[in-house]
């Protein structure tokens, strides 16, 4: 009996190293795409937006498909997606709060896929500003960026603790000013995302309370670009679908060259890296969760006054099915 499950073990082994073999040698090799293509895509300097792409550009996966890909850096998706509406790039990565911005603007832009799901945003508050608490917060001056998804995180953690938004003082505050504004005490409180939150910590040390900003929803990183491009290049969304697929299974059997690629690619510490990894699910997807999401999110930007829109529009106008149907239709279950 002993010898037998011994073999089993051995031939299960086996099996699971062939697979694996026949998968890698079929992933490395030049897939026939035509000529090369050049896009350009615009991405956060940040690890949970961006592994997939710095991965799929340093293992060649977008040269394999015949991509040539620039990669244009920002802070914030919004500012991506900004420059790619200005014709600056072809694809940005951004938030879906952020499309749903853009689309209550009445933008004609849509996310190609979501590439990665997140809770990475947080609060922190001064305590000698006398923010232990999150009732604490009533009448303080909190820091934001204004169109981004801290925004939104920042209004709903207030709604879901009976904080009114007027009984607060917003501070518009670009992301690379996150730092300076809190540990400066321009601000009483700010709610900001990785990688600023290890150096917030580091320097506030016990005068910082900290609290996770997301109340548990899962935010989504998509791919977007304009309707126009997508509809205009079916072809290069599919090359840039399958380099993104390619890369998700490399962070799946490569987690630690993964990680070292991305740390090297943004200078980033060990413990931005540890964070962000364990808070961060990474993978090519269209999911219904995200319709519900971007429902939730433009209801509240209309309640707030956040537009001149009265009535929540139907986002499945805002999502490009096509590339996702033909690259990878197993993680599509958006209901039609």
């Not at 499309?99 to 603007?105: C, D, S």
């Not at 390619?246 to 690619?265: F, G, L, M, P």
């Not at 808070?279 to 969760?289: C, E, I, K, P, Y």
């Not at 939730?296 to 099915?321: A, F, H, K, S």
Request: glycine share 6%.
């Amino acid at each position: 009996m002993k010898k037998f499950i011994i073999a089993l073990v051995i031939v299960i082994a086996v099996i699971a190293a062939s697979v694996y073999a026949a998968w890698y040698v079929q992933s490395s090799q030049k897939l026939d795409a035509g000529p090369p293509e050049s896009i350009t895509i615009g991405v956060p300097r940040m690890f949970d937006s961006s592994a997939l792409v710095y991965i799929a550009d340093d293992q060649g996966f977008f040269t394999d498909i015949g991509l040539n890909v620039t990669i244009k850096e920002y802070d914030a998706g919004l500012y991506a997606v900004d420059d790619m509406l200005k014709g600056n790039s072809d694809i940005a990565v951004a938030t879906e709060i952020v499309l749903v911005g853009k689309a209550l603007n009445r933008e004609k832009i849509c996310s190609i896929g979501s590439i990665a799901k997140y809770q990475t945003h947080y609060i922190i508050g001064r305590k000698d500003r006398g923010v232990e608490n999150f009732s604490d917060l009533r009448g303080k001056r909190i820091g934001f960026a204004r169109g981004t998804s801290g925004e939104f995180y920042l209004g709903r953690y207030l709604e879901l603790r009976a904080i009114n938004l007027p009984e607060v003082t917003l501070v518009d505050v670009r992301p690379a000013q996150y730092t300076d504004a809190i540990v400066n005490g321009s601000v009483d409180a700010i709610i900001v995302w990785e990688p600023y939150v290890e150096p917030i910590k580091d320097q506030l040390g016990a005068n910082a309370t900290i609290w996770p900003a997301q109340s548990g929803q899962l935010g989504y990183w998509n791919a977007i670009c304009r309707d126009d491009w997508a509809a205009q290049h079916p072809e290069l969304v599919n090359r840039f679908l399958r380099s993104i697929d390619r890369a998700e299974k490399y962070t799946i059997y490569h987690t630690a060259e993964s990680k070292t690629i991305v740390q090297k690619r943004l200078n980033a510490d060990d413990k931005y890296v540890a964070s962000v990894w364990n808070n961060t699910q990474f993978g090519l997807s269209l999911d219904q969760s995200l319709i519900v999401a971007m429902d939730d999110e433009g209801r509240w930007m209309i309640n707030n006054g956040l537009t001149d829109v009265n009535v929540v529009p139907d986002y499945q106008d805002n999502i490009y099915l096509t590339g996702m149907n033909a690259v990878k239709p197993e993680s599509v279950n958006i209901v039609i």
